[in-house]
Protein backbone atom coordinates (compact mmCIF):
# COMPACT_ATOMS: atom_id res chain seq x y z
CA UNK A 1 0.00 0.00 0.00
CA UNK A 2 1.44 3.32 -0.99
CA UNK A 3 1.27 5.79 1.96
CA UNK A 4 3.14 8.98 2.36
CA UNK A 5 2.72 10.11 5.92
CA UNK A 6 3.72 13.63 7.29
CA UNK A 7 4.79 14.10 11.33
CA UNK A 8 6.34 17.31 13.28
CA UNK A 9 3.78 19.67 12.75
CA UNK A 10 2.33 21.83 15.67
CA UNK A 11 1.89 24.93 17.97
CA UNK A 12 5.10 27.26 17.61
CA UNK A 13 5.88 31.00 18.69
CA UNK A 14 6.90 33.31 15.81
CA UNK A 15 10.90 33.04 15.49
CA UNK A 16 10.36 29.28 16.63
CA UNK A 17 11.45 26.41 14.34
CA UNK A 18 9.82 22.82 13.30
CA UNK A 19 10.93 19.92 11.37
CA UNK A 20 8.62 18.22 9.00
CA UNK A 21 8.95 14.24 8.44
CA UNK A 22 7.50 12.28 5.23
CA UNK A 23 7.75 8.72 5.60
CA UNK A 24 7.20 7.08 2.33
CA UNK A 25 6.14 3.32 1.98
CA UNK A 26 4.84 1.05 -0.51
CA UNK A 27 6.82 2.51 -3.71
CA UNK A 28 10.36 3.15 -4.55
CA UNK A 29 10.70 6.75 -3.17
CA UNK A 30 14.10 6.70 -4.76
CA UNK A 31 13.23 7.62 -7.84
CA UNK A 32 10.91 10.45 -6.76
CA UNK A 33 11.00 14.03 -6.52
CA UNK A 34 9.38 14.86 -3.48
CA UNK A 35 7.25 18.42 -2.82
CA UNK A 36 6.35 20.02 0.06
CA UNK A 37 3.18 21.74 -0.10
CA UNK A 38 0.79 23.96 2.06
CA UNK A 39 -2.94 24.91 1.46
CA UNK A 40 -5.25 26.87 4.22
CA UNK A 41 -9.33 26.06 3.40
CA UNK A 42 -10.15 28.07 0.71
CA UNK A 43 -7.42 28.95 -0.98
CA UNK A 44 -5.14 27.45 -3.52
CA UNK A 45 -2.42 24.56 -3.20
CA UNK A 46 1.26 27.07 -2.52
CA UNK A 47 4.67 24.87 -2.94
CA UNK A 48 6.46 25.46 -0.63
CA UNK A 49 10.05 23.18 -1.44
CA UNK A 50 11.03 20.52 -3.72
CA UNK A 51 13.86 17.90 -3.59
CA UNK A 52 14.60 16.24 -6.73
CA UNK A 53 14.83 11.91 -6.71
CA UNK A 54 17.84 10.13 -6.21
CA UNK A 55 20.64 12.24 -5.12
CA UNK A 56 18.40 15.37 -3.67
CA UNK A 57 20.74 17.66 -6.37
CA UNK A 58 18.35 19.79 -7.07
CA UNK A 59 15.90 21.39 -4.43
CA UNK A 60 13.96 24.61 -5.27
CA UNK A 61 12.11 27.18 -2.89
CA UNK A 62 8.90 29.54 -2.52
CA UNK A 63 10.26 32.96 -2.63
CA UNK A 64 8.34 33.37 1.00
CA UNK A 65 10.51 30.52 2.01
CA UNK A 66 13.75 31.16 0.98
CA UNK A 67 16.70 31.26 3.50
CA UNK A 68 14.24 30.43 6.40
CA UNK A 69 13.17 26.16 4.98
CA UNK A 70 15.65 23.62 4.06
CA UNK A 71 14.20 20.24 2.41
CA UNK A 72 16.30 17.10 2.67
CA UNK A 73 16.03 13.63 1.87
CA UNK A 74 17.35 10.05 3.53
CA UNK A 75 17.12 7.42 0.99
CA UNK A 76 17.66 4.96 3.70
CA UNK A 77 15.17 5.80 5.66
CA UNK A 78 12.79 6.25 2.42
CA UNK A 79 12.33 10.08 4.47
CA UNK A 80 12.12 14.01 3.44
CA UNK A 81 12.23 16.39 6.00
CA UNK A 82 11.28 20.29 5.68
CA UNK A 83 13.46 21.63 8.37
CA UNK A 84 11.45 25.81 9.04
CA UNK A 85 13.10 28.27 10.92
CA UNK A 86 12.15 31.72 12.33
CA UNK A 87 8.47 30.99 11.57
CA UNK A 88 6.46 33.64 11.00
CA UNK A 89 2.54 33.38 11.60
CA UNK A 90 1.87 33.85 7.70
CA UNK A 91 3.76 30.52 7.45
CA UNK A 92 0.49 29.03 9.40
CA UNK A 93 -1.20 25.88 7.55
CA UNK A 94 -1.60 22.44 6.43
CA UNK A 95 1.21 21.16 5.10
CA UNK A 96 1.31 18.38 2.50
CA UNK A 97 4.01 15.98 1.28
CA UNK A 98 4.00 14.69 -2.21
CA UNK A 99 5.74 12.43 -4.70
CA UNK A 100 5.68 12.70 -8.66
CA UNK A 101 8.39 10.72 -10.97
CA UNK A 102 8.91 14.59 -12.74
CA UNK A 103 10.22 17.42 -11.02
CA UNK A 104 9.07 19.43 -12.91
CA UNK A 105 5.71 18.49 -12.69
CA UNK A 106 5.61 18.52 -9.23
CA UNK A 107 6.83 21.77 -8.88
CA UNK A 108 5.30 23.84 -11.60
CA UNK A 109 2.28 22.10 -11.73
CA UNK A 110 1.33 21.45 -8.10
CA UNK A 111 0.74 17.47 -9.11
CA UNK A 112 1.91 14.54 -7.56
CA UNK A 113 1.46 10.78 -8.43
CA UNK A 114 0.97 10.33 -4.03
CA UNK A 115 0.46 12.66 -1.27
CA UNK A 116 0.26 12.63 2.45
CA UNK A 117 -2.72 13.66 4.10
CA UNK A 118 -1.34 16.59 6.10
CA UNK A 119 0.02 17.74 9.34
CA UNK A 120 -1.02 21.04 10.82
CA UNK A 121 1.55 23.99 11.55
CA UNK A 122 0.11 27.38 13.67
CA UNK A 123 2.37 30.11 14.04
CA UNK A 124 1.22 31.98 16.95
CA UNK A 125 2.22 33.95 20.73
Known amino acids: QVQLVESGGGLVQPGGSLRLSCAAS????????IGWFRQAPGKEREGVSCISSSDGSITYYADSVKGRFTISRDNAKKAVYLQMNSLKPEDTDVYYC?????????????????WGQGTQVTVSS
Open 98 to 114: AADRNLWRLWRLRSGDY
Open 26 to 33: GFTSDYYA
